[in-house]
């Protein structure tokens, strides 16, 4: 009754909860949403007896001119995350090929066998960095998409507008790539390729961003993508009917009227990453997290990722563990120094 390949299909694995501990293990943010958002999806709330806009059209139209384009070059979705499944879907058939780096956002090589195609793991630089020259290299005449998380999921580096330009030159025209911005608020780097720039030069360029991290909104799940018109009309075309709810996009439209003061929040954020990752011994990020590789904490721990994990979980405080190594959440200040306490005690 089941397709047998989905026995191969690794399951999605959320951060992972404790009561009352600290969870540093999802990139949320610890703040509520802005006042107004929560008045505006209280206001929503109430008639939730009705479908929501399946369009979105008031959404669309606010964040068109947020990303000064036209409103049909812009998709909503639930999260960012469905439309990277979507651009899948559009793209992708048995057999082909889709394109990441790795370790990368976890859902692509999903997303990929979900559609019968093939996922193409490319490993990160040493350094932590996507290896541009080998996802070059790479691709193949059964290549229909590619994705670049920038800045990437967990390893936090970002790609150079030079980079971008020297890989695009060797990218076919009928692929289309995927630029993931999930994290590009808390991004200081001044050389980083941004979507909004790049769909302008290069039609086959799709960008990904969500109100998930910044914005505050992770619960209610809202993201949008970004693009050629003939793109976003076929994102569309395979989106679940009335899978933006009317909350979500009631929260999304005044979270979007108050950009500049929920972005101020992101300062803090910018400042604690990098007073962690000094304390802990982490990757320099442009992400609200920090990463430590695993063969790093081999040689200066002698632990593993799974190890270090366990650890800050006997001190109250979650982190995400991966085999190549563990990834931090940064916050607030106070969280910061509870981070730091807990580190402390579990001998680290």
Not at 252 to 280: G, H, I, Q, Y
Not at 343 to 348: D, F, H, P, T, V
Request: glycine share 6%; hydrophobic share 45%.
């Amino acid at each position: 009754m089941i397709r047998p390949d989905l026995a191969d299909i690794p399951a999605y694995v959320p951060g992972q909860r404790q009561p009352d501990a600290l969870k540093l293990s999802s990139n949320e943010v610890t703040t509520p949403p802005l006042a107004a958002a929560v008045e505006a999806m209280s206001r929503a709330a109430a008639g939730v007896n009705r479908y929501p806009d399946m369009g979105a059209e008031d959404l669309r139209a606010a964040l068109a001119e947020h990303l000064d384009v036209d409103v049909d070059q812009v998709a909503v979705g639930c999260g960012s995350s469905a439309l990277c499944q979507q651009l899948v879907q559009i793209t992708a058939t048995p057999g082909d090929e889709v394109l990441f780096a790795w370790r990368s956002f976890e859902a692509y090589p999903i997303f990929a066998r979900a559609v019968g195609a093939i996922p193409v793991a490319i490993p990160l630089t040493a350094d932590g960095a996507h290896d541009l020259d080998a996802m070059a290299a790479a691709i193949t005449d059964r290549t229909r998409l590619i994705f670049l998380c920038n800045p990437n999921n967990p390893s936090g580096n970002t790609i150079t507008q030079e980079e971008f330009d020297a890989f695009m030159s060797k990218v076919p025209a009928e692929v289309i790539v995927g630029l993931d911005e999930a994290y590009v608020e808390y991004n200081r780097a001044g050389d980083t390729v941004l979507a909004t720039e790049a769909i302008t030069r290069h039609p086959n360029v799709v960008g990904l961003r969500t109100f998930s991290k910044a914005y505050g909104l992770a619960g209610v799940r809202v993201g949008y993508a970004f693009g050629a018109p003939d793109i976003i009309a076929a994102l569309n075309k395979l989106a679940i009917p009335f899978a933006v709810s009317s909350v979500a996009q009631a929260g999304a439209l005044a979270s979007l009227a108050a950009a500049d003061e929920l972005l101020e929040r992101t300062e803090e954020t910018v400042v604690e990453r990098d007073r962690v990752a000094e304390a802990l011994g982490a990757r320099r990020s442009q992400a609200n997290f920090v990463w430590l590789p695993a063969e790093d904490l081999a040689e200066r721990l002698g632990t593993t990722p799974a190890e270090l994990a366990a650890r800050l979980a006997g001190q109250g405080v979650l982190v995400r563990a991966f085999p190549e190594g563990v990834r931090v959440t940064v916050t607030t200040a106070a969280e910061a120094d509870r981070l730091l306490d807990a580190w402390r005690e579990a001998g680290l």
